[in-house]
T-cell receptor
Framework: AQTVTQSQPEMSVQEAETVTLSCTYD???????LFWYKQPPSRQMILVIRQEAYKQQNATENRFSVNFQKAAKSFSLKISDSQLGDAAMYFC????????????FGTGTRLTIIP | DAGVTQSPTHLIKTRGQHVTLRCSPISGHKSVSWYQQVLGQGPQFIFQ???????GRGNFPDRFSARQFPNYSSELNVNALLLGDSALYLC????????????FGSGTRLTVV
């Protein structure tokens, strides 16, 4: 069974600064996908960024980028130029490319942006 | 295009009652999944349906059931409600494969008293 661990329950960052959220996972599979989702108070889970395990290049989406270390099973999210609208719960998630299409989530990191 | 829509947004039920939650996926999405998110935790997988067939089931009791209709909308049913069933229930839809990630609805907040 896969597990996803987010060891930082809460993080805070000054507006316009950079913050990194940590995520580690455990799996015996080699073909999978990793995601970061954002959940603001509106409750809707919003996909921030995705990474394919077989791609060595780290994914980037505007101010969001990941540091994917497959051997270490680490998948951290870096948010650059933090904005007030980035305040939310952030969840790391794993899905295998085989078997049922089940997302396994971590417990989340609450990100606060300090004006 | 409308996103994933869920109804109702909130409801309160009494222990032992039954509840039905509804989900309409994004147009063209044939896969629908249900997740339970207890306060302070990450979502937990309940069911996945694709083309009206159950493709996966999480570690939930038989009191939980679901189905998908010909128009790909879905219902989640929970019987004999317990206090511990109080949670945010999220529906998510995707195209054939989830390689590009699910799109989630805003959820139904269920409170059992």
């Amino acid at each position: 069974a896969q597990t996803v661990t987010q060891s930082q329950p809460e993080m805070s960052v000054q507006e316009a600064e950079t913050v990194t959220l940590s995520c580690t996972y455990d799996t015996s599979e080699s073909d999978y996908y990793l995601f970061w989702y954002k959940q603001p108070p509106s409750r809707q889970m919003i996909l921030v960024i995705r990474q394919e395990a077989y791609k060595q290049q780290n994914a980037t989406e505007n101010r969001f980028s990941v540091n994917f270390q497959k051997a270490a099973k680490s998948f951290s999210l870096k948010i650059s130029d933090s904005q007030l609208g980035d305040a939310a719960m952030y969840f790391c998630a794993f899905i295998s490319n085989f078997g049922n299409e089940k997302l396994t989530f971590g417990t989340g990191t609450r990100l606060t942006i300090i004006p | 295009d409308a996103g994933v829509t869920q109804s109702p947004t909130h409801l309160i039920k009494t222990r032992g009652q039954h509840v039905t939650l509804r989900c309409s996926p994004i147009s063209g999405h044939k896969s629908v999944s249900w997740y339970q998110q207890v306060l302070g935790q990450g979502p937990q997988f309940i069911f996945q349906y694709y083309e009206k067939e159950e493709r996966g089931r999480g570690n939930f009791p038989d009191r939980f059931s679901a189905r998908q209709f010909p128009n790909y909308s879905s219902e989640l049913n929970v019987n004999a409600l317990l206090l511990g069933d109080s949670a945010l229930y999220l529906c998510a839809s995707s195209l054939v494969r989830v390689a590009y990630g699910y799109t989630f609805g805003s959820g139904t907040r269920l409170t059992v008293v």
